[in-house]
């Protein structure tokens, strides 16, 4: 199965741009690149997701290698409230059943 | 809010004892999928139901089964629970073919302790 890469953690200061990088080299053509993260006690939350373009929505920018073997989620001005637990996930299909794989994810600190 | 509703949100079961646990999907969703998060880890897909139907599995064995209802809710079984078992579980809800169009629908979860 296709999975993710996700360094453990990574820090940021108020106000500042974030790449939360993600490395999925065994992405198969059809596997979309989803993005949610997840607060304390909380369930996950949807941010972004693409395929081949990157996209930008109010949230966030996803900006996908041409190879689609990495990604990056772009957070353009950090707040303390994006303080969270970043995930990539793949979704797809396979015989006609969707998978999803999360990987461990990116615990994001935001210093104010 | 996600409109997404599971319940309990706590309980203590013993190994080898059975639970089941319940979700409510967000109005109009008709496909719902379970999570088992492990502390500290990230949510691993134990399968996922689309008008009362699994489509979808991952690596779980089958002492972990499902159930859709026509009104879309959800209940997850666990049977001879083992102590691993321990951890939040999510459920999420999503209407199909969202793998293309984008989200799934998150509710906070039930925590499950196995001692």
């Known amino acids: 199965d296709a999975k993710t890469t996700q360094p453990n953690s990574m820090e940021s200061n108020e106000e500042e741009p974030v790449h939360l990088p993600c490395n999925h080299s065994t992405i198969s053509g059809t596997d979309y690149i989803h993005w949610y993260r997840q607060l304390p006690s909380q369930g996950p939350e949807y941010v972004i997701h693409g395929l081949t373009s990157n996209v930008n929505n109010r949230m966030a920018s996803l900006a996908i290698a041409e190879d689609r073997k990495s990604s990056t989620l772009i957070l353009h001005r950090a707040t303390l409230r994006d303080a969270a637990v970043y995930y990539c996930i793949l979704r797809g299909t396979q015989g006609g059943s969707e998978k999803l794989v999360f990987g461990k994810g990116t615990k994001l600190t935001v210093n104010p | 809010e996600t409109g997404v509703t599971q319940s309990p949100t706590h309980l203590i079961k013993t190994r080898g004892q059975q639970v089941t646990l319940r979700c409510s999907s967000q109005s109009g969703h008709n496909t719902v999928s379970w999570y088992q998060q492990a502390l500290g880890q990230g949510p691993q897909f134990i399968f996922q139901?689309?008008?009362?139907?699994?489509?979808g599995r991952g690596n779980f064995p089958p002492r972990f089964s499902g159930l859709q209802f026509p009104n879309y809710s959800s209940e997850l079984n666990v049977n001879a629970l083992e102590l691993d078992d321990s951890a939040l579980y999510l459920c999420?809800?999503?209407?199909?073919?969202?793998?293309?169009?984008?989200?799934?629908?998150f509710g906070e979860g039930s925590r499950l302790t196995v001692l």
């Open positions: 999420a809800s999503s209407l199909a073919g969202s793998v293309w169009t984008g989200e799934l629908f």
């Open positions: 139901y689309y008008r009362e139907e699994e489509n």
